[in-house]
């Protein structure tokens, strides 16, 4: 079975005992510290791949425990398991990324810590991984969603057609309920069966590859009302939480032996089971030997628990914002990370290396927290400063039905920790970019309406002027904060020149004046 880690070369415990010195396609050749004793440790990736299945079922484990269990079962040399607590250090910096200090190579890390797109959509999704790339058509939208799979699965898109870790599925106007997607019980036949879906057989697929990220990409997403024929999905996504360090949520399907027996005392559910497991899979353009312990672990799971969102899945939607389609509620648009793609470069995507994006480490993708709990007590500074900044925004909102609650504050303190892993020696300037970008994609998004209705709660001028304002008193006092050097201050026209949610503010007022209607959807 094909397994993708999070470690890297670089990657560091939280305990100072594990450090990840180099790798190979077999092995880790690790600096381990333990009970005084130092030195250098070859870690095969088989062996390491036996814990983390290990104490991804045990989480309360000891490394004495894991010892124990898994002594012979194995055909790797015995004597490895000599390095128990370095294998159980290393499995629970598999399971957990924030038992992780990244001291790594940057050329090694996803990019070149630029300002581009790339950036952008990894950070949202490790906010969120619920992602929106609305604008013009023939702008790549879909495209980016495969070369993310491509660049996170390993495989060479002048190899493979599809990524094993992409579907895309095109929404149709008639869709109305969750049946195109959670399939339908059917008694056409005189019997009872169940029409699974590429949906749910990508679900089943992303439980087996739990450690890679799975791309779907919804076409056309707003063709249809999202909140009928998503209405589980965007239900189930709230319900994720941290436990054990790992993100669980309640089930997206009911378990399957709820489903009953046909007629021939047949179990529905295992009709069910065999179609989700039966498709040959393919990696690399090579069919895997499938991990039979896994799949039945899985099989049991579905059976008598559901099928649960996996906390690899990545769900983006490709919308077009015109007349032909549905607008967004805010229902949806608070529980989406929304990108703008209107422009292209004509210039660009002409050679092979433009349309292609580099490695990806799945760590750089995956979420690793749902809310801002999970990571307060390691960075509160940085949280503390995220929260005065949306509380002063809130303020600006008062009396609006724009003001944000809990769940933009929780996305917005992770995805400013997410971004600054790009920091390097700039933690300033990464803070107001990652605080500019969250507010372009859940604040703004949000807001239409009419002259009266964007009125501010005084009634004395306009909202959209109001929070300009704000946002750029916020961004000149936080450079202020974290700014040693105050003659380095950022000038009111650098802000106005570089800031995304300043130039979107100034797109909708300029909207406004003209049509007396505005809303953040170019």
């Known amino acids: 079975m094909m397994k993708h880690y999070q470690l890297r070369i670089g990657d560091a415990s939280t305990n100072g005992q594990v450090k990840i010195v180099d790798k190979d396609r077999l092995c880790y050749i690790v600096y381990s510290q ?17 814990y983390v299945e290990y104490f991804r079922q045990h989480p309360k484990a000891s490394a004495d425990d894991a010892r124990n269990d898994l002594c012979g079962q194995t055909d790797i040399d015995k004597f490895e398991y000599g390095y128990t607590s370095t294998l159980t250090i290393m499995a629970k ?5 924030n038992e992780i200090i990244n001291e790594g190579n940057p050329d090694l890390n996803i990019t070149n810590r630029d300002n581009s797109l790339f950036r952008r959509y990894t950070t949202a999704i490790q906010s969120k991984p619920f992602v929106l790339l609305a604008g013009i058509s023939g702008t790549g939208k879909s495209r980016i969603v495969r070369q993310l799979a491509y660049a996170t699965g390993g495989e060479s898109p002048e190899k ?42 990508f679900l089943a697929k992303a439980w087996y590859f739990e450690d890679v990220p799975f791309f779907l990409c919804l076409d056309e997403m707003n063709l249809a009302p999202v909140e009928q024929y998503f209405a589980e999905y965007l239900s189930v996504l709230e319900t994720r939480k941290l436990r054990n360090g790992r993100i ?84 949806v648009l608070d529980r989406a990370m929304t990108f703008e793609m209107n422009d292209a470069n004509l210039e660009g995507g002409l050679t092979a290396a433009e349309n292609r994006l580099p490695a990806i480490e799945a760590s750089a993708v995956l979420p690793y927290a749902v809310e801002a709990m999970d990571v307060y007590e390691k960075s509160p500074k940085l949280c503390d400063t995220v929260i005065k900044y949306l509380s002063q925004i809130n303020e600006t909102l008062k009396g609006s039905p724009f003001r944000i609650a809990y769940r933009t504050r929780n996305e917005a303190i992770l995805y400013v920790l997410a971004n600054m892993q790009y920091a ?7 803070l107001i970019q990652a605080l500019d970008e969250v507010t372009n994609m859940k604040i703004l998004s949000r807001i239409e309406g009419d002259k009266n209705k964007l009125m501010n ?66």
């Not at 910096?93 to 990324?97: I, Q, T």
């Not at 309640?250 to 498709?279: C, E, M, Y």
């Not at 909207?511 to 959807?521: A, E, H, P, Q, V």
Request: glycine share 6%; proline share 4%.
């Open 34 to 50: 333990s009970k005084g004793a130092k030195g250098l440790r070859t870690i095969s990736q088989q062996l390491l791949d036996e």
């Open 93 to 97: 910096m598999v399971l957990n990324p």
């Open 160 to 201: 493979i057609q599809k990524p094993y870790n992409y579907e895309i599925i095109q929404v149709r106007p008639n869709w109305h309920d969750s049946t195109e997607l959670l399939g339908y019980e059917t008694r056409i036949s005189g019997d009872i069966e169940y029409k699974t879906t590429d949906f749910l057989r």
């Open 248 to 331: 669980v949520s309640d089930p997206l399907f009911p378990p399957l032996n709820n489903f009953g027996k046909n007629k021939h005392n047949a179990w529905v559910g295992d009709s069910i089971l065999n179609d989700l497991f039966g498709d040959i899979w393919e990696i690399n353009g090579q069919i895997i030997e499938k991990d039979k312990g896994r799949e039945a672990r899985l099989r049991e799971t579905f059976r008598t628990k559901g099928i649960c969102l996996p906390p690899n899945l990545i769900v983006m939607g490709t919308v077009n914002m015109d007349e032909t389609t549905f607008s967004f509620s805010r229902k």
């Open 424 to 430: 390097e020696n700039d933690e300033c300037y990464q």
């Open 457 to 522: 709660w005084e009634q004395t001028g306009c909202l959209l002027d109001d929070l300009a304002t704000k946002i750029q008193e916020q961004f000149s006092e936080i450079h202020e904060t974290y700014n040693s050097k105050k003659e380095n201050k950022i000038a009111d026209e650098d802000i106005l020149e570089k800031s995304i949610s300043l130039l979107k503010l100034k797109e909708m007022k300029r909207k406004l004046d003209n049509t007396y209607y505005c809303s953040f959807w170019s």
